[in-house]
């Protein structure tokens, strides 16, 4: 893929209106699209309950991401389900530094991601193990998403969910040819474009193939910079006698300035527009040389240019950049009618880095550019990067045999995982914009502060029966065996060769669910987790000091968990359905990464473990579609997280009083409401959603307060009108309606045991944003 747009979002509506109805038939152009089909804006397409699960569980299809502005992320989606907080600080949640989940007080890196139950890791910003969903499927091509509130399959291939699962599941390539064509463009000079071909099936082998194009670029909402992506995404199926092949391959760029990370004060002093000075190199040099002239006088005596007060209210920049490929090849085979297995095999690569401009250490001289020349006026600013490299591969496969009134299972995943990380610096010139792009990656740096390389084995066995006592009463049993080993190789920097493992033969799970009768459900379940250990030097036990690890190593434990749950699905005469459910989790060992100075210095992490952590809840979703083009759908969410215990060190004396207080950026109170109207033509919906507040700091002594976005969407489609405009749908999507001004993401810069820290990132604005698509 090159770095020029192939096809601009009006170059392809162009192909749509004009180009495509010359070849297509009527009949063709007449078939809705699977993201956009008649029903596409009815909430009761879009919200599915997990009726006949032994857990708490809810979907969301594609037509509930079609309803969102073009490009968004598929976890923006899902934010309407019980028990789930997602942030970000732009309208797409798709920008991964400020992305976050939590489900029932699971922060994201506790949670299990898979596609098409390949795993993703746990989805962070620095991804060890993983890659995030924007970047692993273009959103158009999202059919499903399945949230296990509580606690995910035991099959789920994931070694961080000690909470829940989200399970991505792709659209398969239809039977049918087809051309689905959509443009879209907004606020911000937003601009994206998207194309999928779908073979249909092919002569007499069935062969289906799909290819998919997507590109996508705006302009920051504030400050100067751009974040934009292109994807390919391209998969086949293949029926084979009973059973069948099928297999993808994705493939992403992504490039994206950032935002500022702000502490509470500066919002207070300076504003939520405020950001990064990237427009304006020449005043980033003059704060560098200020700083660098008199350290000690940092928010104190040196007299910045106003309204700057300390050298961190502003850099010259930041951006992330990220290169990655992801492919599975995926069989499925039933030996007897009884007997049937799969097995898919995975791969995938990725090449990152994330630039932050440093004004704590100037180019020094014969430093080289990013031509491979000496820089002739080093400039006091240097640019400071993470890099990352992952290349893993993996196996999945199960057995299912089904024995009259039970239904056994037995199945595996086994993954190999080469991470490389390291910290580098690159030379900037005095003049101009110090002669290096920000959406480039770097070469040619001038010093190496740290590198290692990190191999991680996992293991993942388990075995479950599913049993149909009777026809109202199911019973599900089993247990997993998950064994994860980490190992560290120093290449530069402090020695932290060694290695470390998390590992459980034995973590049962059992649910029940009993008919009431056809309309209401009980369900109850018990689950254990362990989540592994990062390899990372930037997260988990690596990240400590050398001294720190050495004296851990031998005695820290992996976080694991306790999940107990009940509810109820509903179904009532007059269209209202819905759901209730209760939970109790406990936690032990859990680990708090305390981070250190600010997020600039990149000074490594602290790991203290709190002990016990314990959740407890209820969450309720229904819909009522009240008439034949009306539904109204709401969700509420009470979460009482807490810490059970005090930060104390080897010694006794305490580090941080966190018994009883509240866990970090975990809302005790969200809630979300939503009006749809679809009569087939018209559509829209108009939807509000209450977080409450979120602590960000381990003692509770700095929150980001509640605050309530309101969303809107209203369109039209062209279905049977006849002409060259037949099948077309448009869509206006209006974020935050309000205009709200709230904090979106808490922990952007890390988590400590007191306040001041640059940890929030202001949510966007009022955004408006149009698209037109068709399907031929």
Known sequence: MTSNRFLSGASLLTLALFVVPGVASAQDAAVAMATADAQATQVDEIIVFGRGQ????????AAAIAVEAPGTSPLKAIERLPGVSFQSADAFGAYEWSARITLRGFNQNQLGFTL????????????????????AIISENVGRVDVAQGSGALGTASSS??????????????????????????????????VRLDSGALGSTGTR?????????????????????????????????????????NHSERRENDYQDMSLGMIDRLGRDWDNISGDYAL??????????????????????????????????AAGLRDDTIGALTLEYPITDRLSVSLTGYGHKNEGQGLWWTP?????????????????????????????????????GAVKLELGAHSLEAGFWVEDNDFNQARRYYGLSRGGDGGRDSLEFQRNPFATEWAYSYNTQTTHLYLQDS???????????GFKSLSVENEASTVVGVNKTGSIKAEDNFLPQVGISYDLNPDHQLFASYAENMRAFESSNTGGPFSASAAGFAAIRDTLQPENSRTIEAGWRFRFDGGLQGSIAAYDVEFEDRLLVVALGAPILGLGNGIQNVGGVKSRGFEAAALWTFASDWSAFGSYSYNDSTYQDDVVDGAGVLVAATSGKRTVDTPENLFRAELSYDNGAVFGALAAAYTGERFSSYINNESADAYTTVELTAGYRFDGTGGWLDGTAIQLNVVNLTDEDYISTVGSGGFQNSAGRQTF???APRQVFASIRRRF
């Open 209 to 249: 193939l799909s290819l998919s194009y997507a590109d996508q670029s705006a302009d920051k909402w504030k400050g100067v910079g751009e974040q934009k992506q292109q994807q390919i995404n391209a998969s086949f199926v293949q029926p084979i006698g009973a059973g069948e092949l099928r297999g993808f391959v």
């Open 467 to 477: 049993w149909a006592v009777t026809e109202a009463l199911t019973i599900n049993a």
């Open 360 to 396: 704590y250490l100037a180019t020094p001289a014969g430093a080289q550019g990013q031509d491979g020349s000496v820089i002739a006026t080093p400039g006091p600013i240097a640019i400071r990067t993470t890099e990352y490299d992952i290349d893993r591969k993996g196996a999945i």
């Open 284 to 317: 980033a040099v003059q704060v560098a040389d200020i700083y660098q002239a008199n350290p000690a006088g940092d928010c104190a005596a040196n007299a910045y240019p106003d309204p700057i007060l300390c050298v961190d209210d502003a850099y010259f920049n």
């Open 761 to 763: 990132l202001p949510g």
């Open 116 to 135: 098409d139950g390949v795993p993703l890791g746990d989805m962070s910003y620095g991804n060890h193990n993983g890659l995030h969903i924007s970047r």
């Open 161 to 194: 969910n000690l909470g829940g699962t989200v399970e991505f599941t792709s659209r398969r390539p239809t039977e049918d040819f087809g051309v689905d064509v959509s443009g879209a463009f907004g606020s911000d000079d937003t601009l994206r474009g998207f």
């Open 54 to 61: 032994t857990r708490q569980q809810a979907s969301v299809t």
